[in-house]
């Protein structure tokens, strides 16, 4: 290792990607706020509660070859926990939600009495999506259960839950879900600086992720999610149990889209079973499909876009919105399967003709929603690929 | 006895419709490996197509019949064409066909609803099929009936197809071995479309069967497609054997455990009775023995 | 090395020799006839003595070099590490059936530490199936045992630990993968916890070690997936080597490959048996002449006959089953 004074520029930044790609996200984060109305922040941290449930698809898709289509089922278990958790808080001990009220029950059941202690709800929202994750994965992946078959079930098992929420309404608020939320672990929901406080907590979570995928990524456990992906017997017969290794990668997704699921609550304000159904859970991979289901960070970039672009058309052109939403899927994946992962080759091409500065001129440009994602090609560099290839 | 029966009966028409939902994705699915999403998509256009006719054609009778062909070819064309333009140059990524066919599902479902409106139609069945009919006491839905012969005799031709022609035996001959059919002078490109346009047709047949019982919308697949995927899943690839003893095991199942619960808890359950099954034949009921371990 | 030793030593000799002759000669004086044959029979007496003893010279030389072999062997068969001379496997009354149909029939079989053994048999024969059953990949009944171990009824992860390395009869390895990550993913099959977690690094003694031997050191930065045919069953060997696998089952690792390769493989095989039990499954006659220990007929699930490769070829039993066999 060089010392830091003999390194040049462009060394410094090779050897310190992570920490540079880092630091440029924190800072575009802490930022935000200052360049956007607090609208725009809360569109921008309801992205974020879906960029997380990316980078965990991310991990289980791209690299472990788990193509699950029942994410929602996580994003949703993590919501109902919060859910129930901010309800019980708002209405305080001893009384029942309005909804409740209206068919008689007077005294609330005990998968919501458990929820009640901040504590619970808050290793809730990971442990019940994670826990459930864990089940499902070792039922099936430790009888070989993949592929098509896994990908089957866990639409049956998403669409299983929302009719269950949609039939237990009882309990569950039924299609109308859980809504009308006054406060957060105490704090006035309605407040701007409350807004903006969740905007970071969903930011640096968002992060935090990322970051957790990264180093996975690098680690040995990185090629041994891609040797189970790719040829799960040999592992096997390597004295691996491809079962654990792939309970693990999909268990830690499930956590992150139950993180998600939970921010979504107090950002949007309402969780219904329209919001975790079949079609929202695969939508849920289309910007993992755009960014690219093997690169880092394309998942995040590829959900801020998409979401972004749903908040620009489908309003005024709600039915060519859908359109578009088709189009994403048959066309990237038929022509352009790695999404924007593939347009990876020109990055050196691009680096020569622009001069590397150009980087951080394409992180600097902020701007609503694209200021994160423009954070993609200068963040981008914390690529293990690239990294690795760096340290070989 | 007196409970037993008619739950037996709803068990069957269950099964009669997933098996009808399920045929055309067994097909594709087990003999091409290709994952179909759009399946249910391609049910709607047969249910529209019921619809369109029962308003074209004065006598229902008729009106019925002539959709069930008319279904079936537009089913049919619109599988054709999905292979032809997409699924034929993905043949060696059969896990991302889902995700290329769910794009497809949102686009038909998005012209249905642009095209016929966001308001369910129904298309008016026979006479002959509205009304009861009586058997040992008992009566049943007509239209159930309807659906579960034809169900029957889906099942009969297509096996008869697989079984007894050319064209079948060159169905099966690229789904075991695909190289060797090419060599053996099977155009596997043409048995593919043929298998797609049959599979697709009759998910046509499906959706104007089933538009019988259900209002016709643009979400008319949505309802059938996880549990059809059910099937084809605990039934075993490339088996119709397989889907037929799943969908009725399934439907009796589900008719079973819905009436003393609820529709919901129905459905549950019949997830995980499919999980619970696969930890003992994780290749579903009728598997084909490979040696080769990749 | 051994060569240009040699010739210089002889080099030495022959200076040391003239030397010698020439002394005689320039010490003496013309003198008379008689005197003049006796010097040249001295010279000639010397001649030859200076051949004997260079001739004696070269063979210490070639004595030392066999030596210096022999030690080379023993000590690469120190550093391929491999296991105790009382590691064996024993198989007793393996039987493998599939939906009524038998594969392995009753099946007995034992293999000594230290042995190449060849199983070969025509088509269906059983041989597969055996290292299937052993691994656990296929239910069997009877036994297998290796170092006293029971293998079956155990899953395959868990036989892997016992010391039992297997490889397919298609090349996998992980393609996506450079050659030195698809060997550190073997070598680490016994980490745990936060083990797993830890960045990846550089190549270990060991896997350094064991991707020369297999001749793999030049590729290791490459994807596995762009290697040539027969360098991916030498990384396959590799993994199971790194894993100081003490039994390793090979399924035809020369099958597709080219001669020069198959030549290196066979030798390759052959140190891995010195302190290793080797069973391969082959179809290649030519291979088998030229590598086997010891053989093993198969036919429908029975042993045929067995013994070293002459016996095997003039046995008519087996003659007959693969002349009429067609294998």
């Avoid at chain 2, 594709?28 to 049910?43: D, K, L, P, R, Y």
Wanted: charge should be neutral; hydrophobic fraction near 50%; include cysteine.
């Amino acid at each position: 290792m060089k010392k830091l004074t003999t390194m040049s520029p462009a060394e410094f930044a090779a050897t310190y990607k992570a920490w540079i790609g880092t630091v440029i996200a924190v800072l575009l984060i802490l930022l935000a706020p200052s360049v956007m109305s607090v609208y725009n922040l809360g569109l921008l941290s309801k992205y974020l509660c879906y960029a997380m449930v990316a980078v965990g698809i991310g991990l289980a898709w791209g690299q472990g070859g788990m193509l699950t289509l029942g994410q929602g089922l996580f994003f949703g278990l993590g919501a109902y926990v919060m859910a129930i958790h901010m309800k019980l808080s708002d209405i305080g001990p001893g009384q029942v939600p309005d909804f409740m009220a209206q068919y008689g029950i007077t005294e609330v059941p005990g998968f919501w009495e458990l929820f009640r202690n901040p504590v619970i709800a808050v290793i809730g929202v990971a442990a019940v999506p994670g826990a459930i994750a864990a089940l499902l994965g070792l039922a099936v992946f430790g009888r070989g259960v993949r592929g098509a078959y896994f990908a089957i079930l866990s639409q049956a098992l998403v669409a299983a839950f929302s009719v269950l929420l949609i039939g237990q309404s009882k309990t569950t608020g039924g299609t109308n879900g859980l809504n009308d939320f006054k406060g957060f672990f105490g704090y006035d929901l309605t407040d701007d600086a409350n807004k903006q406080m969740i905007f970071y907590i969903c930011a640096f979570l968002t992060l935090a992720m990322v970051l957790i995928v990264w180093w996975i990524r690098r680690s040995f456990m990185g090629d041994l999610i891609i040797g189970v992906r790719d040829q799960e017997n040999r592992m096997k017969f390597l004295g691996y149990n491809p079962a654990s290794i792939k309970v693990f990668a999909f268990s830690l997704a499930a956590m992150f889209a139950g993180i998600g699921g939970a921010m979504f609550v107090p950002v949007v304000g309402i969780i219904s079973p329209s919001d975790i159904g079949v079609t929202p859970s695969i939508l849920m991979l289309a910007g993992v499909v755009i960014g690219g289901r093997t690169t880092l960070l394309g998942p995040v970039v590829g959900t801020l876009l998409v979401r972004f672009a749903e908040t620009q058309l489908s309003e005024a052109y709600p039915s060519a919105w859908t359109y578009i939403e088709g189009l994403i899927f048959i066309l990237i994946i038929a022509f352009v399967p790695m999404g924007l992962g593939q347009f990876k080759g020109l990055w050196p091409w691009v680096k020569e003709k622009i001069g590397l500065g150009g980087a951080a001129a394409a992180g600097a440009a902020a701007g609503a929603a694209e200021a994160v994602a423009g954070a993609g090609p200068a963040a981008k560099t914390t690529s293990p690929t690239t990294a690795k290839a760096v340290n070989a | 006895m007196n409970m037993l029966f008619p739950q037996i009966v709803a068990g069957l028409s269950n099964g009669s419709i997933l098996l009808l939902a399920a045929l055309g994705l067994s097909l594709t699915f087990g003999q091409m490996g290709v994952i179909n999403n759009a399946h249910g998509e391609f049910m709607m256009a047969g249910a529209y197509t019921a619809y369109v006719m029962s308003t074209l054609i004065g006598n229902k009778g008729v009106a019925l019949a002539v959709a069930l062909v008319v279904g079936f070819v537009v089913s049919g064309l619109l599988g054709l064409l999905l292979d032809v333009a997409l699924l034929e140059r993905m043949r060696s990524r059969p896990l991302d066909t889902l995700l290329v066919t769910f794009g497809v599902s949102l686009v038909l479902q998005q012209l249905a609803r642009d095209i016929f409106g966001a308001t369910p139609v129904y298309a008016a069945a026979p006479e002959a099929l509205t009304n009861p009919v009586t058997v040992f006491g008992y009566s049943f839905s007509a239209g159930r009936l309807f659906i579960f012969i034809l169900s029957i005799v889906c099942v009969a031709a297509l096996y008869a197809v697989l079984k007894l022609t050319p064209l079948g035996r060159q169905i099966r001959a690229t789904s075991e071995n695909r190289d060797l059919a090419e060599v053996s002078g099977i155009s596997t490109r043409t048995v593919d479309h043929v298998t797609f346009f049959l599979g697709s047709g009759i998910a046509g047949i499906a959706g104007v069967a089933l538009s019988l019982l259900n209002s016709i919308s643009f979400n008319f697949g949505t309802t059938f497609i996880v549990q059809a995927f059910l099937v084809v899943v605990a039934g075993g690839v490339g088996q119709l054997k397989g889907a037929v003893i799943a969908s009725f095991v399934l439907g009796l199942c589900q008719s079973a455990i819905e009436l003393p619960t609820s529709a919901s808890i129905g459905q549950v359950a019949v997830f995980l009775i499919v999980v619970v099954f696969l930890q003992f034949r994780p290749q579903g009921l009728v598997a084909i023995r490979s040696r080769n371990l990749a | 090395m051994n060569d240009k030793m040699t010739t210089s030593g002889t080099e030495e000799y022959q200076t040391v020799a003239g030397a010698g002759a020439g002394g005689v000669a320039g010490g003496g004086t013309p003198a008379s006839a008689a005197e003049l044959e006796q010097l040249r029979a001295e010279m000639v007496q010397m001649r030859d003595e200076a051949k004997r003893m260079r001739d004696e010279a070269a063979q210490m030389k070639a004595e030392i070099a066999e030596e210096r072999t022999r030690l080379h062997d023993q000590l690469a068969v120190l550093d391929d590490r491999g296991g105790q001379w009382n590691d064996y496997l024993e198989i007793q009354g393996l039987h493998v059936e599939f939906d009524g149909f038998v594969a392995v029939k009753n099946l007995d079989l034992t293999v000594e530490h230290g042995d190449l053994r060849f199983l070969i048999g025509p088509n269906g024969a059983g041989k597969t199936t055996i290292i299937d059953a052993i691994t656990g990949l296929v239910p069997a009944t009877g036994s297998a045992k290796f170092r006293g171990e029971q293998l079956l009824g155990r899953k395959p992860n868990d036989i892997v630990k016992l010391g039992v390395g297997r490889t397919f009869q298609t090349a996998s390895v992980v393609e996506e993968l450079s050659v030195l990550e698809n060997l550190q993913l073997a070598e680490g099959f016994r980490k745990k916890g936060r083990a797993l977690f830890r960045p990846m690094g550089g190549a270990s003694q060991n896997v350094e070690y064991m991707m020369d031997v297999c001749n793999l050191t030049e590729d290791a930065h490459k994807p596995a997936g762009i290697l040539p045919h027969g360098k991916k069953q030498w990384l396959e060997i590799g993994m199971l080597l790194v894993q100081d696998a003490h039994l390793l089952l090979l399924d035809e690792p020369v099958a597709g490959m080219t001669p020069a390769e198959r030549i290196a493989t066979g030798e390759l095989l052959k140190r891995c048996s010195k302190n290793r039990t080797v069973i391969i499954v082959e179809h290649d006659m030519e291979f088998m002449r030229q590598f086997a220990d010891s053989v093993t007929v198969l036919n429908q699930g029975e042993i045929l006959a067995q013994g070293s490769v002459e016996e095997i070829q003039s046995n008519d039993e087996v003659v007959r089953i693969y002349l009429g066999g067609g294998e």
